[in-house]
């Protein structure tokens, strides 16, 4: 008794704790929405009592204790920052969310399997009418854009974007009932109740004078479609559907609608036209209404339901409107209302007043081969999506239910709640193939899209409505983060893809945002902009921290801010910002706590003008201010005998061209290599001199100046030499330790792989491990020889990678050696390359090109000694985008690589194949971790290059053969003087006696020797061009004795030596002719054929 009543009270104490740990949550999240509403007002000022997310997070942990995971922290303290008048509950702070329009909460449950019914669109009607709905939706899947019909006369043509190309408001007391595309005329074609309307949507000027109307008709029209007719040009046949129970054949010409007549001519408005003119049959099939008519392709035939009980379906070919021979006819109870073809089920599903849906075989009319019940209220239309082997029906309660045409199975159940009952009628419904919507029509248009689609849609990939600056990535929060010309910074979840928050013009009114960075830890994100300020945000929350100001003597440009990277500090809320000016200054920026504002402790020196006097290696001296002794870099100063003299009119000492003051020299790319010892600074101008800062042996060395990089030639292109970026290569001995781990464990999986269990294809595994199973397996390296050097703690040092604009990638070593050159391959020439990444641990390189081209190679065990160049591997190639790519990002938990481009769109791709993932902004989810169909976004259409190296033991095969050319020799053979000018006997079918010619073909002879070359190439002829050797080959000796084939072949032999030129080619031709009349072989002349006439 006394252990339960210890237990009771246990639990009674437990549930205390925990009530007043809730009662003291609910006023930390009042306490953080009141702090956040202020800062959106401008009344908060930040204090001690403020509350950031690391004072949230920390106050969370304190009252529900350690369970609590930090990622759902972090979503409801975005949920707050985002919007703090949006309802919150205690349970999301454990993972269970309620409702979230932005996270897609929703997802996975039963309601939202097919459609995510929470992402509706809608759309309002064109034209303004009152009271007015939408009768009939036709997509046209060819041209991509969607015709849409209303009750009072609307004729509207979207565009792929739901953006209205074509809107004509029709004129006619009668309501329309239907409408299609006609795809010969390229024109829309409507009925109402009395008349035909032809409108010619792409004419300019009037919409009334593009339209013609044809009447009177005999029956009230219901509904109308159109055959396709791709044997008749300039045609177009239709079926309508009227109240009389008729199925009537339309013929439509161009020359009815005068549409081949002069430009100048006059048009009359809104021209009317008799009916009696056209070609019509009609031939009654119903005892009722047509309720809608549709032309069935793969079937060749057309169907038509009515509210017959008795002839409510009808399937049958066009011949049987011309006569009146039976037809297949469709029997239900109440008849239809509308029905739909499936084309993989080869099944028809109808549906009508008793609520049923009915399965038909084309074939059989007596029975259905299976019902569909579930709706309690009238079926008014049907829809189905092939590509899922979905039907989604819809009643007139406006309740959708989703069927597996399969399995005859209920997929979801969902209504449209918004609006009442009467004028929100759903009229119409269309499935859209090209974007994976439901769209229906009533008095305004709602598009339903799916929740999984297999593929993108074929829209172009849109991230940002502007060229993309600058892509970075946060590792510690999986998100990445683009800014776009426009200045709008967004912030991306990498599972999904779905856009996090987003800042608008974050450094002013129409201040361009040029480059960003994000700290180590994550948390805080850096900006620059073309004026020169530099921000500093708490990435989480997207709240401006510090700021650099703007300067009163600044010039405008002066201090565009081109590159910013974050150093390493151990003080906490200490931030050192590195940042690079367009005009080629590197600066340090500083960021304390105690400070409000952010300020430049020191700048690098200029030493290129120095090294331009013949130095290679610069001396400096440490400062010994106190505000910069403890920064990772220290500030550094030129001796001062070497910064005195002006170096602007000088002549280089190791140059043969004098110095041209106008050569740029700025700097335009950088990158810091700080641990392991190591301290450096490594920069590229725009003539390509590279620059190595040392500040543990305080040196500035000049690795490498091309040739021609003091040459200002204006026949040139000034940026040939530029180096469009460079990063430093170099394992840390963590990375040593974590690589030597992953390198046991693949020589452990090494006997499952070699005997086939396991495959590349499709794997998940990394590219870095691939390569390493793949030496295991050919024997290259044993267990003891896999483990890294770090053992004897010795580390491979440091390389230097760049890329530049000529499109070589070049790798170097700190003392400037050159390892490697090399052109990366893909379809076309060099291409200037933009950008570099490469993993923590330096495994895999990717660079980006100016022509969207994305590169990869893997560098695994390049970086060791003695740096091997066979070992540095290409990969694959592919081309990512259309236009330049800006960055390039490599994701290796992923094995996804994340480009931006110019284009404004942010997109995914596999690493292993170069498929294409999606792109972020994108309304569906990413599936990263699924191998999905190959496919390529629309501005896209090269396949990607994958490198496979050829095992050593194999040999390579010639897979082509040269191509053919003419023996003499083996002509000689075959034939006589005699026998080349004896008239042939005329045999039209015995080709290959007559045509020894061809006979005579032959593979060429290959040369074992070269033929001595008079030049080993011409320097100003070019790369190409100038390597090519030249030869001397003797002209022929005589032409007079080549063979000639055919009847009167010595004949034109002697006319072509008499050297007429003027006609020549007409009585050779005529003379053609004359043979051919004689003889069914041709006669061929092989002189004319490879050699110019000669003139005597």
Known sequence: MESSEDKQSIVTNELNNFTDALKQFGKLVETTVIQKKEGRLGLHV???DTIDYEKFYESVLELFGPEIKSQDVKSFYRKLNNNPDAPVDWCEIFGYFLSEDDALASQLDEENLIFLVSRKQRIGLAGGRKRDVVKCLVKIPQLDFLIIATQKGSITVFNSQMRIQANINVTDTSWITGC???????????????????????????????????????????????????????????????????????TLNSDDFGLKQSKNKKKMQSQIL????????????????????KYIQPLNCFGSCSLDSIHSFVLESLKRLEDNMPVREFSMPRGANTFVYCIKANAIVTGGDDKILRLWHPNISTKPVGKLVGHMFSITELVTNEKDQHVISLSSAKVFRVWDIQTLSLLQVFHDSQGGPGDMQIYAMIFDYNHGMLVTGSS????????????????IPHSHDRDINVMVYNRTFHQLLTVCSESIIKVWELETGHQIYQIFEPHGNNIEVTTAAIDKS????????????????????????????????????DHWLHQLTFLTTKEKNHFLILALEYSGRIKLVQGKEEDPLLAVIWELPEVVPIFIQGKKVISLTVSSKPKTMNTPIPEVELVPGQKDPVFLNIVSLNSRHP????????????????????????????????????????????????EDALVLDPDLDPERLKINAMLFLFRSSDCMRKMSEDSVISSAQSDSIRGGLQSNKGSKSSIHEAETKGETIAGQKNQTDILPNTLLNELPPPVLVTAHEDGHLRI????????????????????????????????????????????????????????DEKKFKQLIAWRGHALKIVNVIYVEDKQVVLTSSVDGSVRVWHARNGHYCGYFGQRRTFELNHVTDFILPCDVSE???????????????????????????????????????????????????????????????????????????????????????????????????????????????SENFQGKKKGGRVQHSQSRRRSLRRSLAPGVNLTSSFFPVIQK
Request: some cysteine.
């Open 46 to 48: 930040k204090n001690e």
């Open 180 to 250: 299609d595309y006609l795809p010969q005329l390229k024109r829309i074609v409507a009925v109402t109740e009395r008349t035909i309307i032809i409108w010619d949507y792409k004419a300019q000027g009037n919409s009334q004078d593009n339209c013609f109307i044809i009447k009177p008709m005999d029956h009230c029209l219901l509904c109308v479609c159109v055959v396709p007719m791709t044997d008749h040009l300039c045609r177009d046949d239709i079926l309508m559907g009227d109240n009389g129970g008729f199925v009537n054949r339309f």
């Open 274 to 293: 008799d009916s009696k003119n056209f070609k019509t049959v009609k031939r009654k099939l119903h005892n009722d209404w047509v309720m809608k008519i």
């Open 444 to 459: 305004v248009i709602d598009m339903y899209p799916l929740t999984r689609m297999i593929q993108d849609t074929k829209q």
């Open 522 to 557: 994550g948390f805080v994100l850096a900006t620059g902009a073309y004026n020169g300020t530099l921000k500093l945000w708490d990435f989480e929350s997207g709240q401006e921290m510090k700021v650099l100001v703007e300067g009163k003597d600044w010039k405008e440009d």
């Open 659 to 706: 110095f041209n003051p106008g050569i740029s020299m700025e700097v335009t790319c950088f990158d810091v290599l700080i641990m392991e010892g190591y301290n450096m600074i490594a920069a590229a101008t725009v003539n390509g001199i590279i620059i190595l800062w040392n500040f543990v042996l305080c040196t500035v060395t000049e690795l490498h100046r091309p």
């Open 812 to 867: 170097w070593n700190i003392e400037g050696k050159l390892l490697k050159d090399m052109l990366p391959f893909t379809k076309h020439s060099a291409i200037s390359l933009t950008t570099l990444y490469t993993d923590v641990c330096a495994r895999v390189l990717l660079a980006g090109n100016m022509e969207g081209h994305v590169i990869l190679w893997n560098i695994g065990s390049f970086l060791d000694p003695p740096n």
């Open 943 to 1053: 396949h990607p290059v994958e490198i496979k190296e050829e095992s050593k033991y194999t040999e390579k095969k010639q897979t082509y053969e040269y191509p053919l050319v003419f023996d003499r020799e083996k002509w000689r053979k075959m034939s006589s003087l005699s026998l080349l000018f004896r008239r042939p006997t005329p045999k039209p079918f015995d080709v290959n006696q007559e045509f020894k010619f061809f006979q005579a073909l032959s593979s060429p002879k290959i040369r074992r020797n070269v033929l001595e070359s008079t030049m080993s190439g011409n320097r100003e002829a070019g790369v190409i061009f100038g390597s090519l050797p030249i030869y001397r080959v003797p002209s022929p000796t005589s032409l007079r004795f080549l063979p000639l084939i055919g009847a009167d072949a010595h004949k034109e032999s």
